[in-house]
């Protein structure tokens, strides 16, 4: 199949080269059978049921994993229904979220569980292609651009008098990178408005390894002097703030441990070791009972039942 042979031959890192970054794009019918996800490619038959021809997700993202050290980027414009099924319990994504997340590549989806992406006969484009490329040039942040397809995609929709329900969804892998630039090279000043609000919240939290990151984030790509400069000042007094908490923290635990140096030479009367004056134990009496029995006052091998609740008493007790 061409389309297999395209991933596996032309695609490969052998053939291109290690990349950094990876996108890749599909638009076009998704389905899902016996939990597995598949594209249905140009070549792909509506008759074959065993969808032999069809380009499973898995082969598609153990391909793009080839490029170990790439930030990869899985984008479906298409349906997410099961084949054969209105029920859409399994639609298509489940797979490939599961795969997704194993290997560390984000998704995002044209629309969520259950629904359709809408071609739009105005735009000549699918709603999403054309929301993404329109959103891109200002987004670069998976939250912001997140937010831009969800509003945006549902009104060209309303717009073109198709159903508005589609939802686009951006899922990222590693949730780690939740405030990494999708393309840190096209950065715009929203992205870096956010970011610089971000740090500026984690630095008055005092989480400020976090806040650090994310200024590091500013210097990496921002193209404007003054906003490195205003990284450069924050990095330098939350490094400040961090060794003063680090002082801070040692002279506390040096405080502590000369309060508990001076405790061996108190007790409860103020003087001297605080176990001198403490009272000596009254020692266990050593005594011999004799018990009543039958035979007298005196103990016997053959003790009654009163003879030993006398011995549970009197002696075991003390």
Known sequence: MQQSRLLTQNLHPDRIGQVDRFWFFFAGHGISLNGKDYLMTSDSLVEDIDLRIALSLDEVIACLRKHQNAEIVLVLDSCRQTIGSRDFTNSIGEETIQLAKSRGITTIFSCNYGQFSHELDSKKHGSFTYSLIEGLKQYTLPTQLENYLQKYVPKLNAEDNKSSNQTPIIRIEPVSKVNDFLLPQFASKADLD?????????????????????????????????????????????????????????????????????????????????????????????????????????????????????????????
């Open 194 to 318: 956010e970011i610089i609000s971000l740090a500026k919240s984690e630095e008055l939290n005092d989480r400020f390894d976090k806040a650090r990151d994310l200024w590091w984030k500013v210097i990496k790509v921002s193209y404007s002097e003054e906003q490195r400069v205003l990284a450069q000042e924050a990095i330098e007094r939350i490094n400040d703030k961090k060794s003063k908490v680090a002082q801070e923290a040692i002279e506390r635990i040096n405080n502590e441990k000369t309060l508990d140096s001076d405790l061996p030479s108190r007790n409860f009367l103020g003087k001297g070791n605080p176990t001198k004056n403490l009272p000596k134990p009254i020692p266990k009496p050593n005594r011999k009972v004799e018990y009543m029995n039958p035979g007298g006052w005196k103990d016997s091998p053959n003790k009654s039942w009163l003879s030993r609740v006398f011995h549970y008493i009197f002696d075991e007790k003390d």
